[in-house]
Each structure stands twice: as structure tokens, then as C-alpha cells.
């Protein structure tokens, strides 16, 4: 029985030593003179490629995008029931066709609040 | 094969159905005030179906995902009991969020959904599903007033939450790792079949344990993982903290004693095991919520310690039970009529609550000073469910303590029994430190304090319930007794 975990025990081992070994690869090969340390201002910059950033990150989003992606979110969830419900729609028959009408009479009534309560409006 | 059962899930998807009704209708009426009607209804057609299939034998449903028994079907009475009583309290309460009322009660029904399927559930995977639909029901519920400590309230309960149900999840997946079955009953036939003697040699079985303890262990407010409980009662909606008080605690007794008690209620070394585990967080559950609760000012802190001091009680029951499996004692039906007891009593304490911090817009219980000269009849409601919860005669508390008391020093747990008669006494006082308030202090203003009829409806409904269940608790100990029936070998 502790043998089986044991194998977890090594896994861990493994990991906890993968992460920190190979941050510190860099400077073992910087001691070791193998990495050039001449520098200048295009190796310093963020990337090696692409703009400076303007500004800073934290910038307030508006939240309507929120609304959205959870709209998005309820009809990504139709297409992913309807699709394989389509793809064999006589195999299933009736029964299928009764529980995709429950299934789609929920989704539009969240549909239907959000529409009513306004979250399709920009303003 | 679905359609045939389809009856006995009656109540969850009539109660569904109709907490959708309410969300559609509130999109085109203006006229509110059906929507209380409407979901009072609801709960009725609901518990008429749970009548009407009462009598029939224990069945699972849909390959063991969900079992209709006497346990749960007394649950989910229960629940809607508590859901209705809820609903009634709210009747002052809603205005506070005018618009959103159709939300509110929608939610309300969609979180009794989810703790009805939750009590009946016999599936790790539907425990689970059920388990959520309840919570984040109530994630919204707690913070419906929109203010500062409602949000903080709603984000700690949000947050906390999702640690619970991921150590439960984590629980959960070694049990499902060590068996290969999601079912109860499968997990139960795998574990009494194991060839070992102890816990130690089957680690899997020990972690996959203690973090189902520690994961139902947030639902019941055990502790050490009460710590979100004073933040989030002050914070939320009394009428909420009143229903996470009880429903939302009932049921996860009523999830955690059947997990317990079916799969890990034998072999006996087992249950020794996770009773032992249970019966000394009871007793540090006790002490701590009925120490910390004697400093608090704030009314419905007090009552969120409370509630923390009457689960360790309600957790001395559940180890009794566990402590009974697999002798030639009955399983006890203890707890079942304490969360009874407590339901009727904390409730009814709480409607007192609302209708008078809604009046007086305080939750502070300096405030309480002279209520018995403003309003005779909400200060005697509320003494009688502070007496209840006290334990004193002629109350259900006091049955309720004796049953489950005596319960537990037949099993050898007379150690655990002092405790809690110590923790009863302290709790006493500052029980009697609100009614002390109300009979003696001398009031702020002679300004008289008045209910709308649903609240006096819902506040006479619990009172009368906890003076029955103190007179005559022998009608409901053979329904508690049958409840509990299903765990016997």
C-alpha cells in the first residue's frame, strides 16, 4: 500500500526539484562564464521584439464587458448540448427532443432576464 | 426508465419550475406582491408531493444518484418549512431591495432546490452538484443588501466556500480513488469488505475521510472551520442569516450523517474512528461558540456563536449515532429531533429579530432595552425561543437536549455529556442577557413596535411549534425514530 504512494512521494521530489533547478541554470552558467554580460539597452528592454507599454496595467475595464462574456458563456453552453443532440437527432427520438426543449426553455429564460433587465444596452 | 421515477423528484422540480415562474413574472408585472404568494405556493405543491409519496418504500433513483427514504423526505420537509417560514419574514424585510425582489425569491427556492437534492442525494457526483446549486444560491443571497458589510459578507462566504468545496472535492476523489465508485452504497460494500483493522493502514481511506469531515465540516459551521460564520450572519440579510442558520444547516447534517452512517458506519474499528474525530469537535465546538458568544453586542453575532455552540450539541448526536452502528442498541433519532427543535426555535427567534431591527433599525442589544413595554408580544416570542434555546422547561430545547444527551451516555460518552451540560449552563446566561434586556432595561423611546401579519403568522407558527414539540414530544420522536431507521444493520 505505502509503496503506491511512494511513487507520488518521487513525483514530488522530481517536481520540487525540476522548479528549482532550472531558474537557477542562468546564473550557474553565468558563473561559469559562459553567457556574455556585455550589455545594452535592446537586451535590457522587456521584450526583444513589440512595443513599450503606455500606462500602466491596472486600468479599469468597463464592466459591461462582464455581461457579455457571461452571455456568451450561456450560448456556448447551447451549442455544445445542441450539437451532438443535432448530429443524431432520429436516434434519439422524441425523448431527446422533450429534454433539449427543457434544456433550451431554461437557457432562454436567462436569455429573456438579461434582455428585460437591460444588459444588451450600451449606454 | 427516467420517466417512471420521474414522480418521486416531484417536489425539486415543481419547486424549480416555480422559482422559474417567479423570475419571468417579476420581468413583466409591477406588482410585486405576488411573487411571496406565488413562492409560498410553490413550497406547498412541493410538500403536498413529498406527502403524497411518504409512504412508499426506500428506492434509489437514476442508478443510485438519488434515493427517496424516510430521512430525506423529513429533511426536505423540513427545508421547506424553513423556506416558507422564510418567505413570510421577508414580508417587511424585501422592501429594503425593492427591485430585486423576484431575485430574492427565486434564489431562496433555487437554494432549497439544491438542499432538498442535497439530503436525498446518495452520489458523490450528485452531493456535489447539489451541494453547489444550494451555495451559490445563497453566495448571492448574502450579500442582496449591496452595502459595505453585505458585499464583505458575501465575498468572505464566496471565498471560503470555494476552499470547502475543493477540500470536499479533494475528500471525495481519494474515497473514488480507493473504491473506483462514486455510489454510497458501492463505497459502502468496497469498505466493509477491506481486510484491515485500523485506520493507519489504509491512509487513503484516513485523508480521503478527515477532508469530508473538514469539507461538510464548513456547512455545519464545526469548529475549526466556523470562521467565516459571525462575519457573514452580521453581514448578511437577517432574513438570510436566519435561513443560513438553519436550513442551510440542517441539511448538511442531514448530507454529512448519511455519508457518514452509509459508508463509514462499519466496520466498527471505522466508526470509532470518525465518531471520536466528531465527538472532540463537538466538544471544542461548544466551548468556543458559547465563550466568544457571551462578549458580543451585536444581536445577530450572538446568534451566529450560537448557532456555532448548538451544532457542536447537534455534532454529540451525530457521534452517538456513529458510536450505535453495528451493536444491538437502535440508531437514535436524537439529532433529527434536536435539528428539529433547533429549526423551530431559531427560526422563531430570528422572525422576532427581523421584525423588530427592522423597526428600529439596529441590531444592537442595548436596543432591546424595555422591548417588552413597546411590543409585549414579539419580546414574549423571542423569550420563549431563548428559553428553547437555553434548554429550560417547557420548551423543545429542553427535550431536545435530554434526548440527544442520554443518547450519547449510552454509548459511552458521558465524558462529551458534561461538557455540554457545562457549555448549557453558560449559554444560559447570555441567553438570558437579551431577555434580561427586554424585561428589565428601561426603553429608549415609548415608541411601539408592531409586525405585518405574515411575520405574527410565521412567529406564532414557530412558537407554537416549539411549545408542542416541549409538551407532547413523543407525536414527533416516532417520526424521528423512523427517520433514522434507514442507518440500522
Known sequence: MLAQYGYVGILLICAIGFTVIIPLIPKILMVMGLIPTKKNPTKEGQYECGMQTIGKTWVQYNFRYYFFAVLFVLFDMLTIFLYPWAVNVTGLGVGGLIAVGIFLAILIIGYLYAWRKGALQWK | ?489
Open chain 2, 1 to 489: 426508465m427516467i420517466m417512471e421515477h420521474i414522480q418521486f423528484i416531484a417536489p425539486e422540480i415543481s419547486l424549480l419550475c416555480f422559482a422559474l415562474l417567479i423570475v419571468l413574472l417579476d420581468l413583466f408585472i409591477t406588482q410585486k406582491r405576488v411573487l411571496p404568494v406565488l413562492s409560498v405556493i410553490g413550497a406547498i405543491v412541493a410538500a403536498t408531493f413529498i406527502i403524497v409519496i411518504w409512504n412508499t418504500p426506500p428506492v434509489g433513483l437514476f442508478d443510485k444518484m438519488i434515493s427517496i427514504d424516510p430521512f430525506g423526505l423529513f429533511f426536505k420537509l423540513l427545508i421547506l418549512a424553513a423556506t416558507v417560514l422564510v418567505i413570510l419574514a421577508s414580508h417587511n424585510y424585501v422592501l429594503k431591495f425593492n427591485k430585486f425582489q423576484g431575485e430574492y425569491y427565486a434564489l431562496l427556492m433555487l437554494s432549497a432546490v439544491g438542499l432538498m437534492l442535497l439530503v436525498s442525494a446518495i452520489n458523490l457526483i450528485t452531493i456535489y452538484v447539489a451541494l453547489e446549486l444550494s451555495s451559490i444560491s445563497l453566495y448571492a443571497l448574502v450579500s442582496f443588501l449591496k452595502d459595505k458589510k453585505s458585499s464583505e459578507a458575501g465575498l468572505k462566504y464566496l471565498i471560503l466556500g470555494g476552499v470547502a468545496s475543493a477540500i470536499l472535492l479533494y475528500g471525495m476523489a481519494f474515497i473514488f480513488g480507493l473504491t473506483g465508485n462514486t455510489c454510497l452504497t458501492c463505497i459502502a460494500e468496497y469498505v466493509r469488505g477491506m481486510p484491515f483493522k485500523d485506520l493507519q493502514e489504509v491512509p487513503a481511506l484516513m485523508i480521503g475521510l478527515v477532508l469530508i469531515i473538514a469539507g461538510f465540516g464548513f456547512k455545519i459551521a464545526s469548529v475549526p472551520f466556523q470562521m467565516w460564520v459571525p462575519d457573514v450572519y452580521e453581514g448578511a440579510p437577517t432574513t438570510i442569516t436566519a435561513y443560513l442558520s438553519v436550513a442551510s444547516k440542517a441539511a448538511g447534517f442531514g448530507v454529512i450523517a448519511r455519508v457518514l452512517m452509509t459508508v463509514f458506519g462499519l466496520p466498527v474499528w471505522l466508526h470509532n474512528d470518525w465518531a471520536m474525530i466528531i465527538a472532540v469537535l463537538a466538544a471544542i465546538t461548544m466551548t468556543v461558540g458559547n465563550l466568544v458568544a457571551i462578549v458580543q453586542t451585536n444581536i445577530k453575532r450572538l446568534f451566529g456563536y450560537s448557532s456555532i455552540a448548538q451544532a457542536g450539541y447537534m455534532m454529540v448526536g451525530l457521534a452517538a449515532m456513529g458510536l450505535t452502528m453495528g451493536t444491538k442498541e437502535n440508531v437514535t433519532g436524537g439529532l433529527i429531533f434536536f435539528l428539529l427543535s433547533y429549526t423551530l426555535t431559531n427560526l422563531g427567534a430570528f422572525i422576532a429579530i427581523i421584525a423588530i431591527s427592522n423597526k428600529i433599525n439596529s441590531d444592537e442589544i442595548e436596543d432591546y432595552n424595555g422591548m417588552i413595554k413597546r411590543s409585549p408580544l414579539l419580546a414574549l416570542g423571542l423569550t420563549i425561543c431563548l428559553i428553547s434555546l437555553a434548554g429550560l422547561p417547557p420548551t423543545a430545547g429542553l427535550i431536545a437536549k435530554i434526548y440527544i444527551f442520554s443518547g450519547a451516555v449510552n454509548m459511552g460518552l458521558a465524558w462529551l455529556v458534561v461538557i455540554a451540560v457545562i457549555n448549557s449552563v453558560i449559554s444560559a446566561y447570555y441567553y438570558f442577557k437579551i431577555a434580561k434586556a427586554m424585561w428589565l432595561g428601561t426603553p429608549v423611546t415609548e415608541e411601539k413596535v408592531d409586525a405585518s401579519w405574515p411575520e405574527w403568522l410565521a412567529l406564532a407558527a414557530c412558537v407554537v411549534g416549539v411549545l408542542a414539540l416541549g409538551v407532547v414530544p413523543g407525536l414527533f420522536m416516532n417520526l424521528t425514530t423512523a427517520a433514522v431507521r434507514i442507518f440500522g444493520i
